[in-house]
């Protein structure tokens, strides 16, 4: 089904890209939404399945950047792994860097940087090779054997951090993201790519549970189900948070916003389909404007705006939107939600491969089938 698409540019462009450097984290917190990619039961794939994204194609994605997004755009590392488990991750960070005037930002679990020694060595690589900020997420459990001098790794890595900050003047500033933070700096912005800066994070989910303990709200502001994917028991004991059962009747701005990139190069619609439930579109098989200016992606977008969830993963999320929601503008096409809800399933009765085996996908509540498909595990 076609539906009537304006001929001028209905949707700004992205204002950021995440890459999933690496598929599979070493990692298993109990509020992350890994668990629906990553078990022992999961077909084709095991827990240590690390799958990375080939270096070749992060230079092709920002060699089309340069021209498409001339005034840079912010690059987020973190999507559904723990990006410094590639075994190239420096040259990863390098071939971003060929967009001049892109702001890269890693968000790790500091799994490969627990020793000083070691910390000090990849920093100083991953800065030099075109990093703007590293945020560390101190989660509590220790990677490595827990250290004498240091209560916690929150602590450890703020230690870390400021030493690193004096031996070296390039790091503009070393933030503590939620505890000594009187500016309010965020990692979920884009500074200028002048600036080199380190955040530490302490363990989200420590946090978030401190503040139910402390405020008695139900309902976590920083966690969510993450597309129905995260463990639900957790959200219910930990956060006070209900399974969603009815679509939330909502905006969701990450699909204006927002690129995500598979390590294979397929493009989910957000950053909390797991399991590709929505895939878009492909890179390089398309390129990266192609995919954002996309039909499918468009009527995604519109029935976002008219607040239909009613598509799988959307349908059973509970992300509340975001608080940009009132910037946000319609794509403008003139069709029903029932003929925009057509073109997503046709679209998707194309791409069904590329959804992980386990994952359902669903349209208004018509299940699209897995077709054809022979192969227990993605490309």
């Known amino acids: ?64 950047t340069r021209t498409w997004l001339p005034g840079g755009v912010r690059v987020e590392l973190d999507n559904h792994g723990e990006p410094t488990l590639h075994k190239r991750f ?15 930002q890693l968000q790790t679990n500091g799994s490969q940087i627990e020793e000083w020694k070691v910390f000090e060595e990849l920093v100083t690589e991953w800065f030099a090779r075109g990093l703007n900020l590293l945020a560390i ?12 001098e240091h209560k916690t790794r929150y602590d450890m890595f703020m230690a870390y951090a400021k030493q690193y900050a004096k031996k070296h003047p390039n790091i ?7 505890y000594d933070n009187p500016d309010h700096l965020s990692i979920y912005r884009r500074y200028p790519t002048k600036l080199q800066q ?17 405020s008695g709200r139900p309902v976590s502001k920083d966690i969510n189900n993450e597309a129905g994917n995260s463990p639900e028991k957790p959200l219910q004991n930990l956060l006070g948070q ?11 701005t990450r699909p204006f916003r927002e690129l995500n990139m598979g390590y294979n190069g397929v493009v989910p619609v957000c950053c909390y389909d797991w399991s590709t439930q929505i895939p878009v579109g492909k890179f390089p098989d398309q390129s990266l404007q192609t995919i954002w200016e996309s039909t499918q992606l468009n009527a995604i977008r519109e029935l976002l705006y008219r607040k239909n969830r009613n598509m799988t ?29 057509h073109v997503l399933a046709d679209h998707l009765k194309t791409m069904r491969g590329y959804v992980f085996p386990t994952a359902p996908v669903e349209v208004a509540g018509t299940v699209i089938p897995i077709q054809s498909l022979r192969i227990k595990k993605r490309e």
């Open 90 to 104: 420096p040259d990863v960070v390098a071939a971003i860097r060929r967009d001049p005037k892109a702001h890269i």
């Open 313 to 341: 993963p959307c349908s059973v999320c509970s992300y509340n939107g975001g608080w940009r929601q009132g910037l946000i503008k319609a794509p403008g096409l003139k069709a029903s939600d029932e003929e925009l809800q």
């Open 172 to 178: 503009h500033r070393v933030v503590d993201h939620y």
């Open 1 to 64: 089904m076609k539906v009537r698409v304006p001929t001028k540019p209905f949707v700004q462009n992205p204002w950021s890209i995440q890459l999933e450097v690496v598929e599979g984290c070493n990692y298993s917190c109990w509020f992350c939404g890994i668990h629906s990619i990553r078990s022992k039961s999961t077909p084709g794939v095991g827990w240590n399945d690390f799958r990375e994204m080939p270096v070749e194609l992060v230079k092709e994605m920002f060699k089309e």
């Open 242 to 252: 209900e399974p969603i059962t009815e679509p939330l009747q909502k905006k969701c």
């Open 137 to 148: 997420n101190a989660y509590k459990r220790w990677w490595g054997k827990p250290h004498e």
């Open 198 to 214: 380190i955040f530490v994070l302490d363990d989200l989910g420590e946090v978030n549970a401190k503040k139910r303990t402390e």
